[in-house]
């Protein structure tokens, strides 16, 4: 098993790694073997599976009340992590959220993830749940990301939550973090944002991963104030391609991200999503060229199941 952080040391050539959403409750894994096919071709040392915590639904039933349902709607990603890792040649990264875990949920999550030999992790807070207007954490539970760091952390260190373990197995895990070249939507300014970055590289993260965006300068400015802080990690770009008309609104409002004048005029010059799908291409291909022109040591693609577009932008820049 190979750590994110000795693959990302040890290549001599950029890479592409993806990120991918397990798939719905009912549906079938063969799915999610399908979106990762196509991607093989381009030997991603590592695939990033995403986390969905539970969510809170009130049904009405036949008496006029209302029920209580707890939603898991992509249940499975621990298992799902070691699926893949048993179907194709790659790294497996999944994602670990504090909302709506305990520590020691999280802590049974990593030992599962240990004794499945996954050594690599993205140590995430998560989301309010749909409904919430702040993030509450659990109980007993983590309130920053940087917790969840320090946490598996210790865990690599031999602490568990229990202090009276002694002699327990130090895990080994290489730990990858979010960041936001646009700032995240909580964070007073972008400053304050980079100085809890800062505590998450402290509290034991490897190496970073951004958020999508779709200027580079953004990044460029983004990853020169985190190396003026005194954040040495590398810092991974990620992209994602639009590929409809829907995504103009939605991603905006979903990410806190801006889309930048000039490729809404190349949207806006499109007829129908064949044609913006095309520009959506052409737009994450130029950023990527830019981005591995400017020495990023890897780009990640947040595929959101679809393989073509992002096929098609590999083939033209890497
Ligand atoms: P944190 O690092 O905890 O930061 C959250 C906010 O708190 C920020 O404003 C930060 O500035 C502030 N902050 C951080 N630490 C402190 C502190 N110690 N004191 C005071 N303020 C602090 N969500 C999912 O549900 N599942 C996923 O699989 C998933 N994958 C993601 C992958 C990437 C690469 C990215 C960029 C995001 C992903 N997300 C995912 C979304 C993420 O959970 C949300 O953006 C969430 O709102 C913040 O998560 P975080 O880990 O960055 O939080």
């Known amino acids: 098993m190979t750590k994110v952080i000795d693959i990302i040391n040890k290549k001599t050539a950029p890479f592409a790694s993806f990120e991918l959403v397990p798939p719905l409750k009912g549906s079938d894994i063969s799915k999610l073997y399908h979106a990762i096919e196509?991607?093989?071709?381009?030997?991603?040392?590592?695939?990033?599976?995403?986390?969905?915590?539970?969510?809170?639904?009130?049904?009405?039933?036949?008496?006029?009340?209302?029920e209580k349902i707890i939603l898991t709607k992509r249940p499975g990603s621990v298992a799902i992590a070691a699926a893949?890792?048993?179907?194709?040649?790659?790294?497996?990264?999944?994602?670990?959220?504090?909302?709506?875990?305990?520590?020691?949920?999280?802590?049974?999550d990593l030992i599962d993830l240990n004794f499945m030999d996954i050594q690599n992790v993205v140590a995430l807070r998560?989301?309010?749940?749909?409904?919430?207007?702040?993030?509450?954490?659990e109980p007993d539970?983590?309130?920053?990301?940087n917790e969840l760091v320090a946490q598996i952390h210790n865990m690599n260190q031999g602490i568990y939550l229990d202090e009276t373990l002694t002699n327990a197995v130090h895990t080994n895990f290489c730990i990858g973090v979010a960041a936001y070249p646009e700032k995240h939507y909580e964070a007073p300014n972008l400053d304050i944002d980079i100085e809890n970055l800062k505590h998450k590289v402290e509290a034991g993260a490897d190496y970073i991963v951004t958020q999508m965006f779709f200027d580079n300068a953004k990044f460029y400015r983004f990853t020169d104030k985190c190396r003026k802080a005194g954040i040495t990690v590398p810092i991974i770009?990620?992209?994602?391609?639009?590929?409809?008309?829907?995504?103009?609104?939605?991603?905006p409002r979903a990410f806190s991200i801006d889309l930048p004048q000039?490729?809404?005029?190349?949207?806006?010059?499109?007829?129908?999503?064949?044609?913006?799908y095309q520009a959506?291409?052409?737009?994450?291909t130029m950023q990527s060229k830019d981005l591995l022109a400017h020495g990023a040591p890897a780009i990640h693609y947040y595929t959101m199941g679809k393989a073509d577009n992002i096929r098609e932008i590999l083939k033209h820049s890497f």
């Not at 639009?242 to 991603?251: A, G, K, V, Y």
């Not at 959506?280 to 994450?284: D, N, Q, S, Y």
Request: proline share 8%.
């Open 84 to 108: 893949i890792m048993k179907r194709f040649p790659v790294e497996v990264v999944p994602h670990l959220i504090c909302g709506g875990a305990s520590k020691h949920q999280l802590e049974n």
């Open 262 to 276: 000039d490729l809404m005029k190349e949207i806006r010059k499109c007829k129908d999503n064949q044609a913006i």
């Open 141 to 145: 539970g983590h309130r920053y990301s």
């Open 38 to 66: 196509p991607l093989m071709e381009f030997a991603p040392p590592f695939i990033n599976i995403t986390y969905h915590r539970d969510e809170i639904e009130y049904r009405q039933k036949n008496d006029g009340t209302f």
């Open 237 to 251: 770009p990620g992209l994602k391609p639009i590929s409809t008309q829907t995504h103009i609104e939605m991603l």
């Open 126 to 137: 998560g989301d309010a749940i749909p409904g919430q207007k702040y993030f509450t954490p």
């Open 280 to 284: 959506g291409i052409e737009w994450c």
